[in-house]
Structures are given as C-alpha cells and as structure tokens.
C-alpha cells in the first residue's frame, strides 16, 4: 500500500527565508502526489499535485514542488517565507486503483519575523 | 460552489452517548470521503461513498461507526456508545470521478468531538 513520511514534524523559518519541507512516498505504481495545507480550526487546502505530467509543479501562495522518482521524493518549497505561510502542511499520495488517499504526519511552519 | 460543510463544527459529549455529525459537500460531487485526524496526525481514511454507494471502509471504522448517504447529497457519520479514544477532528472531503484519477479532494473545516 502506497505511503508518506513526512521528515521533521516542526520547521521554523525567517521571514523571507527559503521554505523546505520535505515527503518521501512508497508506492507499488506511479502515484499522484498532494501538498494540503490546514490553518488552525481549519479544513484542508490543497496547495498543488503530481499527476504525472511535468515534474516540477507549481501550487498557490508561491509554493512549487518537485517529483523526483529516482529519490522517491516530493518535496516543497517556497523561495520567501511570509508570515502568513505559518501553518501545518501535509503530503498525501494515492494510487491509480485505490480509493483513499495516504496522509503523512504533518509539518508544523512557524515563521519568525 | 460553496465549499463542502460539516455540522456541528465541535461537539462534546459523555463517553458512552451516541453523536451523529453531517456533511454537505460540493453539489456536483459524486464522491465523498470520511476521514479521522488526531492531534499531531495527519488525517486517516474512514470510508467514502460514490453517489449513494458506500464502497469502502477502513479498518478503523469499528462496529461503533455508521455512515450514510441516503440519496448521494449529503452524509451523516454516526458514533455509538463514544469512548475517550474517539475524540478527534472528523473531516468530509467531496469529489467529482472523472475517468482519470486526477481528481482532487475538497475538505470541509471538520468536526471536532470531544469525548469526556
């Protein structure tokens, strides 16, 4: 069954700092790849996804994200923090076939002004 | 497009009493998922309708737990008999099939049930 693990639960950046967050996925087929992000008491929005076209996928607010295959990985950044991007970020695959959707742990952004 | 709402938005409750929660998702969406989300956790897949049709369910989903979509608009999830071990954020997320799996997933602000 396909999954990701999402590497360092808290991050902290400067305000105008590079953004990193990092998701390596296992998956038996080609996945489709998603960054949600969640605000407190806040549902899910999705920031962008991997649907097997280009490997470099740019998303909302200025965050992009690479599909590496050779690394299994699906990383996201943002070349500036703004304060306003403080705020949990979640990776989740699926699979051509599967119905439900594999979240990671979560990253917590915290922005330092 | 309104979004995809859930009702209520907290609940609290004794252990041991039944909660039902509801969702409304997007109106052309045929599909509609349940998930759970603990503290620190990303979100968990409980179960998902397409239209009226309940599909699948995880493991997750105990005896307990009933969920509904009687005419492919809206869905309840009902708990039974509510332990500690239940409180958690509820989220509804709502899609459209298309043929190819490139659909994404709209979620509602959740439901969040404590249990006391």
């Known amino acids: 069954a396909q999954s990701v693990t999402q590497l360092g639960s808290h991050v902290s950046v400067s305000e105008g700092a590079l953004v990193l967050l990092r998701c390596n996925y296992s998956?038996?087929?080609?996945?489709?790849l998603f960054w949600y992000v969640q605000y407190p008491n806040q549902g899910l929005q999705l920031l962008l996804k991997?649907?097997?076209?280009?490997?470099l996928v740019k998303g909302i607010n200025g965050f992009e994200a690479e599909f590496k295959k050779s690394e299994t990985s699906f990383h996201l950044t943002k070349p500036s923090a703004h304060m306003s991007d403080a705020a949990e970020y979640f990776c989740?695959?699926?699979?051509?076939?599967?119905?439900?959707?594999?979240f990671g742990a979560g990253t917590r952004l915290t922005v330092k002004p | 497009d309104t979004g995809v709402s859930q009702n209520p938005r907290h609940k609290i409750t004794k252990r041991g009493q039944n909660v039902t929660f509801r969702c409304d998702p997007i109106s052309e969406h045929n599909r509609l998922y349940w998930y759970r989300q603990t503290l620190g956790q990303g979100p968990e897949f409980l179960t998902y309708f397409q239209n009226e049709a309940q599909l699948e369910k995880s493991r997750l989903l105990s005896d307990r737990f009933s969920a509904e979509r009687p005419k492919g608009s809206f869905s309840t999830l009902e708990i039974q008999r509510t332990e500690q071990g239940d409180s958690a954020m509820y989220l509804c997320?709502?899609?459209?099939?298309?043929?190819?799996?490139?659909?994404?997933?709209?979620f509602g602000p959740g439901t969040r049930l404590t249990v006391t």
């Open positions: 997320a709502s899609s459209l099939r298309v043929e190819v799996p490139e659909y994404e997933q709209y």
């Open positions: 991997y649907t097997s076209a280009a490997t």
């Open positions: 998956s038996s087929v080609p996945p489709y």
């Open positions: 989740a695959v699926s699979e051509w076939g599967n119905n439900d959707m594999r």
